[in-house]
């Protein structure tokens, strides 16, 4: 799970390790089962894919981006297997966070032709699938599904140039 947030400018983000987000070590009580001490864990592997996930969330327009479930049928999953949806004008990321399939609403963001991407946030790859059109309700399968297989589902206007580097 990650969670984006913005306070007085800043902007920031955490990747829901419960060893880090409260700090755990012997001086502090443990709180939700965390397993190492929080030096130790901002070594795990989710930490160090931030970087991947940044690359994603830089790639498109920033200040345009809102959080928007309404693109999603699929909404009442549990927590481990949410899928998350946010967009900007002409482009959408939805998160599946165990690689579920999930159902968009099309039709909301601009463009007739919509590129589509598949992101790998644990290795930062990106998988480009046939262009679709911008209408109906669309069935998206990630390309693995199971825990610690999340995806990010990017469309985009075909007639815009965003690139993942």
Not at 44 to 60: D, F, P
Not at 77 to 95: C, H, M, N, V, W
Not at 98 to 121: D, Q, R
Request: hydrophobic content about 35%; overall charge positive.
């Amino acid at each position: 799970m990650i969670t984006y947030y913005s306070m007085k400018g800043t902007c920031g983000h955490t990747y829901g390790c419960h060893d880090i987000w409260q700090f755990y070590s012997k001086e502090h009580e443990a709180i939700n089962g965390p397993h190492i001490y929080w030096p130790e864990a901002l070594q795990l592997t989710g930490a160090n894919q931030m970087k991947y996930v940044r690359k994603l969330m830089e790639s498109h327009p920033v200040t345009e981006r809102v959080p928007d479930q309404s693109l999603v049928i699929e909404n009442n999953l549990p927590a481990s297997e949410r899928i998350q949806a946010t967009r900007g004008k002409d482009y959408i990321f939805i998160y599946s966070a165990a690689g579920k399939s999930f159902t968009v609403i099309m039709g909301k963001i601009e463009g007739k032709t919509l590129n589509v991407y598949w992101f790998n946030p644990r290795n930062g790859s990106v998988s480009k699938n046939p262009q679709i059109e911008n209408a109906g309700n669309i069935l998206f399968k990630p390309p693995t599904s199971g825990y610690g297989q999340d995806w990010v589902l990017i469309l985009n206007d075909a007639t815009k140039n965003y690139t993942i580097n």
